[in-house]
């Protein structure tokens, strides 16, 4: 079994704070890592797919980046706003391998 | 684009009863499809991938008999939890993959809403 693991767990933080989180995972064998953003009562939203060393990838104002030697990818969110509230999820996989999810950081940003 | 429905969201249902839960790629063929367990404070835990046309594979520890999986059409995938017992109350989730992607593909799944299952 693959070890995925996020951190935090859960996080509160006012608006207009920045704010980043971590997903682990193994670093040898990587092939893909997925990032989702998860809305109570909503279907899971992809974020970003990262493949490369060194990936930086943005949308607004979240983006990440991808270390696969040492498997760690980081999402940060910029100005963080009350839309931003979400479950986010990391999932390492994916083509051949099958994905295998992180438990999630949950986000909660306060008016 | 890309949307999955999931049907139903809520189930609750005396215990010994069949349940059938429905995933449904709506604007894409989806020769592959994924149904997910998820325990409270848990991650998605990968049960079982359907294929169309031919049989499901189970990940370890899932009871196929348990956990039925039919995957008829391109576009419908069902998961018959059978003889519910409370023990089953999860919530369960699917996802497809679109079927123009390429086999090896790092290309996203596209989640369902999940259904909240509940055995009493």
């Known amino acids: 079994i693959l070890n995925v693991e996020q951190s935090p767990q ?17 670093s040898s064998n990587f092939y893909a890592l997925h990032w989702y953003r998860w809305e109570t009562a909503k279907s899971p939203e992809a974020l970003f797919v990262m493949t490369l060393n060194g990936d930086e990838k943005k949308k ?8 696969t030697k040492e498997g760690y990818s980081y999402l940060y969110i910029k100005g963080s706003q009350p839309e931003d509230s979400a479950t986010y999820l990391c999932a390492f996989g994916g083509g051949y391998q099958k994905v ?12 | 684009g890309a949307v999955v429905s999931q049907h139903p969201s809520w189930v609750i249902c005396k215990s010994g009863t069949s349940v059938k839960i429905e995933c449904r790629s709506l604007d894409f063929q989806a020769t592959t499809m994924f149904w997910y367990r998820q325990f409270p404070k848990q991650s998605l835990m990968l049960m079982a991938t359907s294929n169309e046309g031919s049989k499901a594979t189970y990940e370890q520890g899932v009871e196929k008999d348990k956990f039925l999986i039919n995957h008829a059409s391109l576009t419908l995938s069902t998961l018959t939890v059978t ?10 989730i699917c996802s497809a993959r679109d079927s123009r992607d390429r086999v090896y593909s790092n290309q996203p799944q596209h989640f369902g809403d999940g259904t909240r299952l509940s055995i009493l």
């Open chain 2, 83 to 92: 003889s519910a017992h409370p023990e089953d109350s999860s919530f369960y």
């Open chain 1, 10 to 26: 859960s996080l509160h933080v006012q608006e207009g704070d920045s704010t980043n989180f971590t997903c682990s995972f193994p």
């Open chain 1, 60 to 67: 607004g104002r979240i983006s990440a980046t991808l270390n």
């Open chain 1, 100 to 111: 295998t999810f992180g438990t999630g950081t949950k986000l909660q940003v306060i008016p």
